[in-house]
């Protein structure tokens, strides 16, 4: 299972292979997001996508490969909607504001996201440390490059990726699951006070 790839054999060599395996993973989001990994069904699952039982077969073999191969495809969808908000050329602390936004955003779009990768820690415990390890190999690789920098200080670059995306995951349920009662930028912004001046 890598970091980009779902965790399924049998990826798609086509095009259109490549729109039923994305119509099979949106519809497995919307299946566990709504039922939970124990009352969903690989049926569910099809009907929700249009598509033939054998469909399902041809891309999986199971219910927990779905799952699986849908945790790893929700962390891809999330790295991947942050890094078409957060330019290239911007400082680590405006990215982190930025970034965070960004992730607020997504997840109110995708709030089925916290169920499926919360459930996954009990379901798929690789796939849900996985989920976390690669957005957290990125966060120090990111930190890393900005001490070098001299954007912020340098050390301890793993316990502060770690920190920060504690930080995103509870203000993400706070404030695209639970409420949204404040706008992303509003809560981006309070974040990124503090990270900036304690």
Same mark, same amino acid.
């Given at each position: 299972?890598?970091? =980009?790839?779902?965790? $399924?054999?049998? *990826?798609?060599?086509?095009?259109?292979?490549?729109?039923?395996?994305?119509?099979?993973?949106?519809?497995?989001?919307?299946?566990?997001?709504?039922? @939970?990994?124990? %009352?969903?069904?690989?049926?569910?699952? $099809?009907?929700?996508?249009?598509?033939?039982? @054998?469909? +399902?077969?041809?891309?999986?073999?199971?219910? =927990?490969?779905? +799952?699986? *191969?849908?945790?790893? %495809?929700?962390?891809?969808? $999330?790295?991947?909607?942050? !890094?078409?908000?957060?330019?290239?050329?911007?400082?680590?602390?405006?990215?982190?504001?930025?970034?965070?936004?960004?992730?607020?955003?997504?997840?109110?779009?995708?709030? %089925?996201?916290?169920?499926?990768?919360?459930?996954?820690?009990?379901? *798929?415990?690789?796939?849900?440390?996985?989920?976390?390890?690669?957005?957290? !190999?990125?966060?120090?690789?990111?930190?890393?490059?900005?001490?070098?920098?001299?954007?912020?200080?340098?050390?301890? =670059?793993? =316990?502060? *990726?770690?920190?920060?995306?504690?930080?995103?995951?509870?203000?993400?349920?706070?404030?695209?699951?639970?409420?949204?009662?404040?706008?992303?930028?509003?809560?981006?912004?309070?974040?990124?006070?503090?990270? $900036?001046? @304690?």
């Amino acid at each position: 299972m890598g970091g =980009e790839e779902t965790a $399924t054999s049998k *990826a798609p060599r086509t095009e259109r292979g490549k729109r039923t395996l994305r119509k099979l993973l949106d519809a497995a989001a919307a299946e566990f997001g709504e039922r @939970g990994y124990h %009352d969903a069904s690989i049926s569910g699952i $099809t009907q929700r996508a249009g598509a033939a039982l @054998g469909t +399902f077969y041809t891309y999986f073999d199971s219910k =927990e490969q779905v +799952f699986r *191969a849908l945790v790893d %495809d929700m962390g891809h969808l $999330t790295r991947q909607h942050i !890094a078409e908000r957060v330019p290239g050329n911007v400082d680590r602390l405006t990215a982190e504001r930025l970034g965070l936004e960004a992730f607020i955003d997504f997840v109110r779009e995708h709030k %089925d996201l916290y169920r499926i990768v919360m459930e996954a820690q009990f379901v *798929a415990e690789d796939a849900y440390l996985n989920y976390y390890k690669v957005f957290a !190999a990125a966060y120090t690789r990111n930190l890393t490059q900005a001490a070098e920098k001299g954007e912020i200080r340098p050390g301890h =670059e793993e =316990e502060r *990726a770690w920190a920060l995306i504690g930080m995103s995951v509870f203000l993400g349920m706070r404030y695209a699951v639970w409420s949204s009662d404040k706008t992303a930028k509003e809560v981006a912004d309070a974040a990124a006070e503090l990270i $900036t001046f @304690g």
